[in-house]
């Protein structure tokens, strides 16, 4: 790993962490480009190297929400075990199917989800700022981290998690930027247990596609050392940033991320239709 790649990818390496800690999500999105472009790697090299640093940026953010009381774990490993067989076949496909459809479908499931947790995070601020006035506001659904069970809801939460899992074998990301508007959407999860659950979800999902990937390519073990290091650090900061932040405000920066990721692949995807 030479001195300029150091200089350029360790940076990315926290602000993949800050990510992953804050918002339970959008850093492997940033991981692939960071080391194809930043570190010269090939894409599929790239894919299996981010599932990595994502891995260890989550196991580090996990420890950190664990600590606070904001994972749910019988949640979370159920809803990572429901997706390791869409995780097992992304990763088989990945190397045949061409990504640029997928890429711009995925964008715009992106866009709707986008909308979705900012209404939700706008009914809840408004909800919020009626309580403070004593004011009767429509009664919003529950949201105890957990408060809906799976079994309540079995076909959504298999097929959501069965996505998420094709997404992390398919692209090699972790999928908290799906995972998490699933748990808040669908099973009703404050955003910070959401944030916290998630990192399980990814370290499930991400052990199972780089066990898929095995023998499939050399990786660079020293950069991802390198990067990954500095992803466990930014993961760290990032779950003190959530713990001082309103879950309103996660919601909303975590809806703004997701807008942008949209527009961003987009743009990549659409023009090579």
């Given at each position: 790993?030479?001195v300029?790649i150091?200089?350029?990818?360790?940076?990315?390496?926290?602000?993949?962490?800050?990510l992953l800690?804050?918002?339970g999500?959008?850093?492997s999105?940033l991981?692939?480009?960071?080391?194809?472009?930043?570190?010269g790697?090939?894409?599929?090299?790239?894919?299996?190297?981010?599932?990595?640093?994502?891995?260890?940026?989550a196991?580090?953010?996990?420890?950190?929400?664990?600590?606070?009381?904001?994972?749910r774990?019988s949640?979370?490993?159920?809803?990572g075990?429901l997706?390791?067989?869409?995780?097992?076949?992304?990763?088989?496909?990945?190397?045949?199917?061409?990504p640029?459809v997928?890429?711009?479908?995925?964008?715009?499931?992106?866009?709707?989800?986008?909308?979705?947790?900012?209404?939700?995070?706008?009914?809840?601020?408004?909800?919020a700022?009626?309580?403070?006035?004593g004011?009767?506001?429509?009664?919003l659904p529950?949201?105890?981290?957990?408060a809906v069970?799976?079994?309540?809801?079995?076909?959504?939460?298999?097929?959501?998690?069965s996505?998420?899992g094709?997404?992390t074998?398919?692209?090699g990301?972790?999928g908290?930027?799906?995972?998490?508007?699933?748990?808040?959407l669908?099973?009703?999860?404050?955003?910070p247990?959401a944030v916290?659950?998630?990192l399980l979800?990814?370290v499930?999902?991400?052990?199972?596609?780089?066990?898929?990937?095995?023998?499939?390519?050399?990786?660079?073990?020293?950069?991802?050392?390198?990067?990954?290091?500095c992803?466990?650090l930014?993961?760290?900061?990032?779950?003190?940033?959530?713990a001082?932040l309103?879950?309103?405000v996660?919601?909303?920066a975590f809806?703004?991320l997701v807008?942008?990721?949209?527009?961003?692949l987009?743009?990549?995807?659409?023009?090579?239709?």
């Amino acid at each position: 790993m030479s001195v300029l790649i150091a200089v350029t990818a360790l940076p990315c390496g926290l602000l993949i962490g800050l990510l992953l800690g804050a918002l339970g999500g959008g850093g492997s999105i940033l991981a692939v480009p960071a080391l194809v472009y930043v570190a010269g790697q090939s894409p599929h090299t790239a894919t299996a190297g981010a599932l990595v640093v994502v891995a260890v940026g989550a196991v580090t953010g996990l420890a950190c929400h664990a600590a606070a009381g904001r994972v749910r774990w019988s949640a979370g490993a159920a809803f990572g075990t429901l997706g390791t067989a869409g995780t097992y076949l992304g990763s088989r496909w990945s190397a045949a199917a061409e990504p640029a459809v997928l890429m711009a479908a995925f964008a715009g499931l992106m866009c709707a989800v986008a909308v979705a947790l900012l209404l939700r995070s706008l009914r809840e601020r408004r909800a919020a700022q009626a309580a403070r006035a004593g004011v009767a506001s429509e009664p919003l659904p529950p949201l105890p981290g957990g408060a809906v069970p799976l079994r309540s809801r079995p076909v959504r939460v298999t097929a959501t998690a069965s996505a998420v899992g094709l997404l992390t074998g398919f692209f090699g990301v972790g999928g908290g930027f799906v995972v998490v508007p699933a748990l808040t959407l669908v099973l009703g999860m404050e955003m910070p247990v959401a944030v916290g659950t998630s990192l399980l979800v990814i370290v499930i999902n991400s052990g199972t596609a780089l066990a898929t990937r095995a023998g499939t390519g050399v990786l660079d073990w020293p950069l991802l050392a390198g990067v990954a290091a500095c992803t466990a650090l930014g993961s760290y900061a990032g779950n003190r940033l959530a713990a001082r932040l309103p879950p309103q405000v996660l919601s909303a920066a975590f809806a703004s991320l997701v807008a942008v990721l949209a527009v961003a692949l987009a743009a990549t995807a659409v023009p090579r239709l």
